[in-house]
T-cell receptor, first 114, second 115 residues
Framework: DQQVKQNSPSLSVQEGRISILNCDYT??????FLWYKKYPAEGPTFLIS?????DKNEDGRFTVFLNKSAKHLSLHIVPSQPGDSAVYFC?????????????FGKGTKLTVNP | DTGVSQDPRHKITKRGQNVTFRCDPI?????LYWYRQTLGQGPEFLTY??????LEKSRLLSDRFSAERPKGSFSTLEIQRTEQGDSAMYLC?????WGAGQPQHFGDGTRLSIL
């Protein structure tokens, strides 16, 4: 039972254009949503997060949008750069009874072509 | 800025052997997590420490797995009697309490291969 779903295994865009990565979730108890970027042979690197009570958060070229009614979030990268090529993971934070953990999607491999 | 450090980066062992991995979190972080990632999947939660207390263990963590965090600093993850299915990337992460608005920061992982 996958609580966080990234339905697109891969995405290819041209340099300078917008990249839109999508994520759906099923658990209404998630408190925060995060996006991580992962290069080969490295651990995931935090990019940006959004609280479940917000609908938008922006940090430079990265913007995350949250639609709670649709249980959907998206990461926009504008403009896309070749260095953005990586696997992007959507993750949801759940805190219960003094514990907390991240639940990850399977990832979307983004390729930005020069 | 010293990040999360994991050792070793790679471990190759025969089925049935015991292995131990080490994680050194960011020094001021009081929370430490272990995750496991297999090919084509996102990281899956294994266990969580706040200081030296282990507060949650996933059902993925069978009796062959044990994690410790003595003195609330570094942590070790031991797998006894390894099986083929244990082959994966084991990731460690650390964070301050989420109320401070800090995300989990990951190390580069230990890749375990069972022959």
């Amino acid at each position: 039972d996958q609580q966080v779903k990234q339905n697109s295994p891969s995405l290819s865009v041209q340099e300078g254009r917008i990249s839109i990565l999508n994520c759906d979730y099923t658990n209404s108890m998630f408190d925060y949503f995060l996006w991580y970027k992962k290069y080969p042979a490295e651990g995931p690197t935090f990019l940006i997060s959004i609280s479940s009570i917000k609908d938008k958060n922006e940090d430079g070229r990265f913007t995350v949008f949250l639609n709670k009614s649709a249980k959907h979030l998206s990461l926009h990268i504008v403009p896309s750069q070749p260095g953005d090529s990586a696997v992007y993971f959507c993750a949801a934070l759940i805190t219960q009874g003094g514990s907390e953990k991240l639940v990850f999607g399977k990832g979307t491999k983004l390729t930005v072509n020069p | 800025d010293t990040g999360v450090s994991q050792d070793p980066r790679h471990k190759i062992t025969k089925r049935g052997q015991n292995v131990t991995f080490r994680c050194d979190p960011i020094s001021e972080h009081n929370r430490l997590y272990w995750y496991r990632q297999t090919l084509g999947q996102g990281p899956e939660f294994l266990t969580y420490f706040q200081n030296e207390a282990q507060l949650e263990k996933s059902r993925l963590l069978s009796d062959r797995f044990s994690a410790e965090r003595p003195k609330g600093s570094f942590s070790t993850l031991e797998i006894q009697r390894t099986e083929q299915g244990d082959s994966a990337m084991y990731l460690c992460a650390s964070s301050l309490a989420w109320g401070a608005g800090q995300p989990q920061h990951f190390g580069d992982g230990t890749r375990l291969s069972i022959l």
